[in-house]
Each structure stands twice: as C-alpha cells, then as structure tokens.
C-alpha cells in the first residue's frame, strides 16, 4: 500500500499564497547543487522506484461491472446507473444538473450542438490545447478562432481572447489546461459584456476551484473528458455539466438522436439536428466506483504539486505554470513547467528531458504549434470551407491565427510531468527536483554528450 499523507499535518505546515504555492513548508529538501553525477552520465537514478500505476482499480470496479452484466440492462435508456452517476457528479461538482456522454469531445459536441453552431459562425478557443477542441469547430463548419497563449500560465491569454471577438463570434471556449483554471473572472465578464455564452472545456479539470467553487459551473456548461488518461476515468466517455435546465435538456436531446425524455421513439426527434453519443451503463459504473477515490486522490494531487513548487522555486531556469489569483485548487491533470536553457549551460530541452528520463522521471514537451501544423492549416483550402466562406476570408483567418507567445512557450521552452505522478510520496518529489538539480550541476558536461 503507498504511504498515504497526514494531510492535516501538512496543511497546517503549509501556508498557501494568493497563486497557489506553498511558502513556509517544513523541512523543504536544499535547492543546492549535487555532488552525485547523473544518470545519462553514469550515476545513479534520482528516482529509481515507480510512480503509482494509474489506472487505480480493485474489487469495486468488479463488482460494479458484474452488477451490470447480470442486470441484462447495458445502455442507459435500459438501465439507472447512468441516472445515478448524473446526481453523484453533479452533487461532487456542486452543479445543478450533468449529462454524461460517450467521451469529452462528445460533451463539446453535443454543447455546440444544443447551441446551434454551425457555418458563418466563430468560435474563441487557445492555440494550446488538445486538437479535439478544434476538432469540434471544424465539424460544425464553423471558424475555430485560435488565441495566444499567456506563456507564465500556458493559458488562453485572456486580453487576446476578448480582441478576437467579432460580430460573428457565438461561443468563447476558455480550456482549463492541465487541469489550472483559466482566468475564470476575465472570461465570464467578457461573455456578459459582449452577450455570447461561455462554455468550460474542462476536460482536464475535474475538482478544480475558482474561489471555492469548481469549474464547469462558471459558463453556461462545463465539458469533462473520463479517457482512460484523465483524473477520472472510465476508459472512454465525458459530461457535461450547467445550471440551465433547459439548456440539459438540449443537449439531452442532441445526445439522443433528437429524442427527448429518457427514451427513443420510431418517430423523429426534436429541433433540427441531433446524433448517439450515450454512455453506456458499464462505463457509468466505472465512474461510480472510480468517484470514490477521486477526492482524496485530487488532495493528493494538489498537495504533492505544491510541494514540487516549493522545491523548484530556488532552481534558477524552471519556472512552474502560473496560477491565477482566483485559483483555489487546481486539479493538475499536467504538472507544467517551463524550462530555460540558459541556465542549464545552453543544454537544449530535448537534452535536458533525455536527461530526466534517465533519471527515472517520466515527461513530455506537452502541445505544439498547433496553428502552424498542416493539419489546422491546410482548412484553408478545404473545399467546403471555400464554399462557406471564399478564398479571401480562410487567407484572412490564417492571418488571424499568429501567435508568437505559444510559438516561444513550446518551441523550447515547455515541459509536462503527469498527473499519476503526483499521486506519489512527497520523497517522490524531492527526486523529482534532485534529479534536476543534478543535470543543472553537470549541464555542460550532458551538453558535450
């Protein structure tokens, strides 16, 4: 069994910042250099142990998913397991209502769906995010708007955001990336002040706080992805959440191949479009099972991430993500840190990551250009795009598509640790930043390698 915290003891040591970060922690391991070489140089791993395995699983899985088997009642409009898991997770959220659905891109979907998106409208989205929330603009024919990055929060820079605005924007999807809130605030004054809904893609955020109250409740719906990588998880599925009862109800019906109610009819359905994206109830007991450890699991998280911090702050040259003022918890799906060469002997990134993989510490250089990659700009001279929209406007929004700050941020600057590693020990993380410290003591050497 792993060594679980004494979280009260370690609250009560840990006094928290406006940002988030932990000062005054006790016993805080020295930001000094290190004597022992490292490992790409022939010494010995930082972190020789394993992070926690992830998924985390036991009898209760099992004995849910038998449950439903021998029900013979597999899909929701059969079954109530779904319906209980809707008011589990809208009371864990502090939500009025929740729909699930078969993952997070189907909860966007089914969101711009019940809205009514489709060709000649815009959509305000960050350039630095899974492409699926680009993926479910591009669906509806409409112009997925992409906007700089804020480089110290790797979130959609807000002042960007609200200059992108034009009479044909209908939707501003602020992300929640890595599980940060964006600048919660800035967005929902910016959807009143303009009268355009705000929707939470909050696929990476689950438990997160803005001033005490958790994401998805801020916009007029929240989405949350359960892939078999995310806080919670059911291998494949999402929801939505929202305090508009008719709004659920759209989506409801959007999700149900225009049906309303709880079931399906031989006739056709409501409004003028609708698909299948149901949960299944197999997956809905997943979530059930995997609810009951989510909270302590998300304390965790925080705990051992704010530590990390704490670690990290004297290390010249890395700099952990920015959180905003308003944040009171962040649900750090991604530990995100940015990394300065020049104070790593010019060693590159890629060097300096080969070098913390050798150290037992698994990571990545996280999102790219997405705005740059053929795949985003080859739309603009999709031939039904062309249709919609004429050569001279597509010419125009890849125009409108530059962005230097996440150009800067993850050309070499961005680095992602992972969420199951935060489940670890705090000795877990004093690895974490010993195995830093000691590739910025033998940089030039690593350099020469």
Same mark, same amino acid.
């Given at each position: 069994?792993?060594?679980?915290?004494?979280? !009260?003891?370690?609250?009560?040591?840990?006094?928290?910042?406006?940002?988030?970060?932990?000062?005054?922690?006790?016993?805080?391991?020295?930001?000094?250099?290190?004597?022992?070489?490292?490992?790409?140089?022939?010494?010995?791993?930082?972190?020789?142990?394993?992070?926690? #395995?992830?998924?985390?699983?036991?009898?209760?899985?099992?004995?849910?998913?038998?449950?439903? *088997?021998?029900?013979?009642?597999?899909?929701?409009?059969?079954?109530?397991?779904?319906?209980?898991?809707?008011?589990?997770?809208?009371?864990?959220?502090?939500? !009025?209502?929740?729909?699930?659905?078969?993952?997070?891109?189907?909860?966007?979907?089914?969101? *711009? %769906?019940?809205?009514?998106? %489709?060709?000649?409208?815009?959509?305000?989205?960050?350039? =630095?995010?899974?492409?699926?929330?680009?993926?479910?603009?591009?669906?509806?024919?409409?112009?997925?708007?992409?906007?700089?990055?804020?480089?110290?929060?790797?979130?959609?820079?807000?002042?960007?955001?609200? %200059?992108?605005?034009?009479?044909?924007?209908?939707?501003?999807?602020?992300?929640?990336?890595? %599980?940060?809130?964006?600048?919660?605030?800035?967005?929902?004054?910016?959807?009143?002040?303009?009268?355009?809904?705000?929707?939470?893609?909050?696929?990476?955020?689950?438990?997160?706080?803005?001033?005490?109250?958790?994401?998805?409740?801020?916009?007029?719906?929240?989405?949350? #992805?359960?892939?078999?990588?995310?806080?919670?998880?059911?291998?494949?599925?999402?929801?939505?959440?929202?305090?508009?009862?008719?709004?659920?109800?759209?989506?409801?019906?959007?999700?149900?191949?225009?049906?309303? $109610?709880?079931?399906?009819? =031989? #006739?056709?359905?409501?409004?003028? !479009?609708?698909?299948? *994206? !149901?949960?299944?109830?197999?997956?809905?007991?997943?979530?059930?099972?995997?609810?009951?450890?989510?909270?302590?699991?998300?304390?965790?998280?925080?705990?051992?991430?704010?530590?990390? #911090?704490?670690?990290?702050?004297?290390?010249? $040259?890395?700099?952990?993500?920015?959180? =905003?003022?308003?944040?009171?918890?962040?649900?750090?799906?991604?530990?995100?840190?940015?990394?300065?060469?020049?104070?790593?002997?010019?060693?590159?990134?890629?060097?300096?990551?080969?070098?913390?993989?050798?150290?037992?510490?698994?990571?990545?250089?996280?999102?790219?250009?997405?705005?740059?990659?053929?795949?985003?700009?080859?739309?603009?001279?999709?031939?039904?795009?062309?249709?919609?929209?004429?050569?001279?406007?597509?010419?125009?929004?890849?125009?409108?598509?530059?962005?230097?700050?996440?150009?800067?941020?993850?050309?070499?600057?961005?680095?992602?640790?992972?969420?199951?590693?935060?489940?670890?020990?705090?000795?877990?993380?004093?690895?974490?930043?010993?195995?830093?410290?000691?590739?910025?003591?033998?940089?030039?050497?690593?350099?020469?390698?």
């Amino acid at each position: 069994m792993r060594n679980r915290f004494n979280r !009260r003891k370690f609250i009560n040591n840990l006094a928290i910042t406006g940002a988030g970060l932990a000062i005054g922690a006790p016993h805080i391991v020295s930001a000094g250099t290190s004597n022992t070489k490292p490992a790409i140089l022939g010494g010995p791993k930082a972190h020789a142990g394993s992070f926690p #395995s992830w998924p985390v699983m036991d009898a209760v899985e099992e004995k849910g998913l038998a449950d439903v *088997l021998k029900s013979k009642r597999w899909g929701r409009l059969d079954g109530s397991v779904m319906a209980r898991f809707e008011s589990e997770y809208s009371q864990l959220l502090g939500a !009025r209502h929740s729909l699930g659905v078969s993952s997070g891109t189907a909860a966007l979907t089914t969101i *711009l %769906g019940a809205l009514d998106i %489709g060709p000649g409208d815009e959509v305000i989205i960050p350039v =630095y995010t899974f492409v699926a929330t680009y993926n479910v603009v591009v669906l509806n024919y409409a112009l997925p708007i992409l906007v700089d990055t804020d480089m110290e929060s790797f979130q959609i820079d807000t002042a960007k955001a609200e %200059g992108a605005i034009t009479p044909q924007t209908k939707v501003i999807m602020p992300v929640h990336i890595g %599980g940060s809130p964006a600048d919660v605030d800035a967005f929902v004054a910016m959807g009143k002040k303009h009268n355009i809904p705000v929707v939470e893609d909050a696929c990476q955020a689950h438990l997160a706080e803005w001033k005490g109250k958790k994401v998805g409740n801020f916009g007029l719906a929240g989405a949350f #992805s359960f892939q078999s990588s995310k806080n919670l998880n059911c291998a494949e599925g999402g929801a939505i959440t929202t305090n508009d009862e008719s709004f659920i109800t759209n989506c409801y019906t959007f999700h149900n191949q225009g049906q309303g $109610g709880r079931s399906t009819s =031989y #006739s056709t359905g409501m409004g003028t !479009r609708g698909t299948n *994206l !149901r949960l299944t109830e197999f997956q809905g007991s997943l979530l059930l099972s995997q609810m009951a450890r989510v909270v302590e699991q998300s304390n965790r998280r925080w705990e051992n991430a704010q530590y990390l #911090s704490q670690l990290l702050k004297d290390v010249p $040259g890395i700099t952990p993500a920015k959180l =905003y003022p308003g944040t009171t918890k962040s649900a750090f799906h991604l530990y995100m840190f940015r990394y300065d060469k020049n104070y790593f002997a010019g060693l590159s990134r890629e060097k300096f990551l080969e070098a913390l993989t050798a150290e037992g510490v698994p990571n990545a250089t996280g999102y790219g250009q997405m705005n740059k990659s053929s795949y985003v700009t080859a739309l603009a001279t999709n031939k039904h795009y062309l249709k919609v929209y004429g050569e001279k406007t597509m010419k125009e929004w890849l125009e409108r598509n530059h962005c230097p700050q996440n150009d800067a941020l993850t050309s070499e600057q961005s680095v992602w640790l992972f969420q199951y590693m935060l489940l670890g020990t705090r000795k877990d993380m004093e690895q974490i930043a010993e195995a830093i410290r000691k590739i910025q003591q033998y940089a030039g050497e690593i350099a020469k390698k």
